[in-house]
């Protein structure tokens, strides 16, 4: 029972550590400027939502992930609740709020996965253009062309990633770091 505890602990820190990191890719400027996503509330989702998908993308490539992933999206949904409540969203919408971004986000993740696993990013850019830029009013649309390239460089860094390296809480390959 002693041992369930210390590794539930253990792979909170990992959690947290990669969180961390992830957050920090999701706030680089280069999404918000040259990737046209507006810096507002719903502009920050729609890029956190884009990060969190190619980890957990990532992560379904290796069975060894799956616990981790899970706890990653858990993580991201408490990050979600905590944002709501931030931001002043009654307690009684809370509920209601996360049904609709987890719903948004699933919604996401449906969309994005065909037109990436295939590389077509005239494709991906059709739907950051209806679902990101749409859902984040006051971004550039003309510039979904170039957060698609983005995502997809980074859908091919993070299958550079060795599962060790995930579940050591690093988010970097061996020539350095890209967090």
């Known amino acids: 029972?002693?041992?369930a505890f210390r590794r539930r602990r253990r792979n909170r820190d990992i959690v947290e550590a990669i969180w961390d990191q992830v957050v920090a890719r999701a706030r680089q400027p280069a999404r918000f400027e040259e990737?046209?996503?507006p810096d507002t509330v719903m502009g920050r989702y729609e890029s956190l939502c884009i990060e969190v998908f190619l980890v957990l993308r990532r992560c379904g490539?290796?069975?060894s992930l799956a616990e981790f992933s899970q706890d990653l999206v858990d993580r991201f949904m408490t990050d979600l609740d905590h944002s709501l409540r931030?931001?002043?969203i009654g307690y009684l919408a809370v509920p209601k709020r996360m049904r609709a971004l987890a719903a948004r986000f699933y919604a996401r993740v449906a969309a994005m996965e065909g037109p990436l696993s295939v590389g077509d990013r005239a494709a991906l850019a059709d739907v950051l253009r209806a679902?990101?830029?749409t859902d984040a009013p006051g971004g550039r649309a003309d510039a979904a062309e170039h957060l698609a390239s983005h995502m997809m460089d980074d859908a091919r860094w993070y299958d550079s990633l060795s599962a060790d390296r995930l579940l050591a809480g690093r988010l970097e390959t061996d020539s350095g770091t890209k967090a």
């Open 86 to 88: 931030e931001l002043g």
């Open 61 to 63: 490539r290796d069975p």
């Open 1 to 3: 029972m002693l041992e």
């Open 131 to 133: 679902g990101a830029f």
């Open 35 to 37: 990737g046209g996503l």
